[in-house]
């Protein structure tokens, strides 16, 4: 029994500690969450209607214009997966590779040979491992160790030149948009090329005629890029504040099981060693008629 009772004892404790770690990791992702969530709150608005008069400008472009307009026949796609770099935080970097992975499936399907650009160390132990998967040229990085437009306009970039190189003929970038710290929004977007906006889903307000200033020329030569890249950049934020939500969701959850296993350990603790005890009297008491008969 007293063998038993050592046993019980040290699962109490390893559960104690247990339970000391994902609460700190839950405070740790709770103070992430609330700056990661003022910058994708102040950054959404504006790379909304940045990708609203985006589509609606690439649509008054003519091909030899808007090159990243043009929609040719899709022999080699690039999705672009974004996870986090550490685990710990639930289904999040699942939904991204499943998101990936179904992406993947269909374009292969059709005969479309699929390229992978990973970001997050996550995605990157998923499809590195492929061969042929990544594209040539691109190595891994860890963008989230200092995450900032400079960073994600280098990814940027390396997309957007090799669609307009005709490396590949369309992108689309699979990650978790962040809801609240409760909810992520497994979503797939398109980013190359870009969609004229359909008139019978946009409002009045948004089908505008364009003045160019200063001409169409340097549109779309600068403000167009930075506006692709904003769109990157809104969605490794998104990325980034659904991944500390998360994170802290399953370690609140993690600390309840924990606080609940304790309680069950700590009764059967209780129970065990009541038994030792009433095990003992009635081994002394045993003894004590003896010796009196």
């Known amino acids: 029994m007293a063998g038993g009772l050592k046993e019980v004892r040290e699962r109490i404790g390893s559960v104690q500690n247990t339970m000391q770690i994902t609460s700190a990791m839950k405070m740790v992702s709770a103070a992430k969450l609330r700056r ?6 102040r950054m959404r608005p504006y790379a909304d209607k940045i990708q609203s008069i985006l589509a609606n400008v690439s649509a008054t472009l003519d091909s030899s214009e808007g090159v990243f307009s043009q929609q040719r026949e899709v022999k080699v796609a690039l999705v672009i997966c974004i996870t986090s770099d550490r685990g710990l935080c639930g289904a999040f970097n699942n939904f991204s590779i499943k998101l990936t992975t179904t992406a993947i499936n269909q374009y292969e399907a059709k005969g479309v040979k699929t390229l992978v650009l990973p970001l997050g160390k996550k995605a990157v132990e998923a499809f590195a491992k492929e061969d042929g998967r990544l594209p040539e040229g691109f190595e891994p990085t860890a963008i989230f160790a200092n995450l900032n437009f400079d960073t994600s ?72 890029p930075n506006a692709l890249k904003i769109q990157l950049y809104k969605a490794l934020l998104d990325s980034h504040a659904a991944e500390h939500g998360a994170r802290m969701t399953a370690m609140h959850s993690a600390t309840e099981n924990a606080g609940e296993l304790l309680s069950e350990l700590k009764i059967s603790y209780n129970k065990a060693r009541q038994a030792a005890i009433t095990t003992e009297i009635l081994e002394i008491v045993a003894g004590s008629e003896a010796l009196g008969g």
Do not use: C
């Open 36 to 41: 990661a969530q003022d910058a994708i709150t």
């Open 153 to 224: 306009s280098e990814i940027g970039d390396f997309a957007m030149q090799g669609f307009v190189d005709g490396k590949w003929d369309s992108v689309e970038i699979a990650y978790s948009k962040f809801k609240n710290a409760a909810v992520q929004i497994p979503t797939n977007e398109s980013f190359l090329p870009i969609l004229p906006s359909d008139g019978e889903h946009v409002e009045e307000s948004n089908q505008t005629d364009y003045i160019f200033e200063p001409n169409r020329e340097e549109i779309v030569e600068k403000i167009l």
